[in-house]
């Protein structure tokens, strides 16, 4: 079990690394540095190019990701009591990693469209979310033979931590979504927007302050949160990543967006919705 749990360690690693060299890619503009796919440049082994080579190494953490998380599928379901532990989580994450792969090449031809990166990292997030669950089923092994009931009543606080961890999911998207539109400067000032404290909601603009508004929403989700569950160690964890997350989206407008804090900015959002997951999962496992 010791060996099963390392693995799904690393690979909840890697795929973390995935996600936050995808805003090294995004950030550098080297998402078009193999303009081809699956090839790069039409060669296995590209030239020698700042661009080509950042985005090379994203196709070949990529690949590694994937033949890990193929691997380790085969592993789970050669033992029966992992099969019936995480064997339907195992085939949902192979789901998942072959939707990814096509995505892959969807964002490539089409040269980046935004709402093609923005699905692209929504599935990398969930094949995230479903990894990182698993490891929490093997983590607390005698607690996941309960299989838990979904008829159980629910805490206030499960249910809090469980919609945090939605709003943050769609907030994620949606900056995603202003990366790739180019719209992160199109409120150039903080706290208001264009000089107005609600300007006009149209195009990138409203794009841009309709994401400040869900960073918003996420930290006044997250405040309710830690006044029901302050004792908890993740819940203060979540709550210095969420005030420094805001600090690094203020940063972001008024220093112009510099690569280290758009990169940063990503990464600490990825380590959110983690530490959400352990949260929603510790709570409602207290609820049964």
């Not at 700042?50 to 050669?78: C, M, P, Q």
Request: proline letters at 3%; hydrophobic letters at 55%; aromatic letters at 12%.
């Amino acid at each position: 079990m010791k060996k099963l749990s390392r693995t799904l360690f690393l690979l909840v690693a890697l795929t973390y690394l995935l996600i936050v060299w995808g805003a090294v890619v995004r950030s550098s503009g080297s998402g078009l540095g193999c303009p081809d796919w699956p090839l790069c440049h039409g060669q296995i082994i590209p030239p020698f190019r700042k661009d080509v080579l950042i985005e090379y190494t994203h196709r070949l953490l990529a690949s590694l990701v994937g033949f890990l998380t193929l691997g380790f599928a085969i592993l789970v379901w050669l033992k029966k009591e992992l099969r019936i532990l995480i064997g339907k989580w195992c085939g949902v994450a192979l789901a998942l990693l072959f939707v990814q792969v096509g995505l892959g090449g969807v964002t490539v031809k089409t040269e980046l469209h935004p709402y093609v990166v923005a699905t692209h990292l929504g599935v990398a997030l969930v094949f995230l979310a479903v990894i990182f669950y698993m490891t929490l089923l093997v983590r607390s092994w005698t607690s996941a033979h309960q299989h838990i009931s979904t008829s159980v009543q629910k805490s206030i606080w499960y249910r809090l931590s469980h919609y945090t961890l939605t709003v943050l999911f769609l907030q994620m998207i949606l900056g995603s979504l202003v990366a790739a539109s180019n719209a992160g400067l199109a409120c150039p000032d903080f706290p208001t927007c264009q000089g107005a404290w609600i300007p006009q909601l149209t195009g990138l603009v409203g794009l841009h302050f309709l994401h400040r508004v869900g960073a918003l929403l996420v930290l006044f989700m997250v405040c309710l949160l830690v006044v029901g569950k302050w004792g908890r160690g993740a819940v203060r964890f979540i709550f210095l990543l969420a005030v420094f997350q805001i600090l690094l989206g203020i940063g972001n407008v008024l220093w112009g967006l510099p690569l280290w804090m758009r990169i940063t900015h990503l990464g600490v959002a990825v380590l959110l919705f983690l530490a959400l997951m352990v949260s929603t999962y510790e709570l409602r496992r207290e609820s049964q």
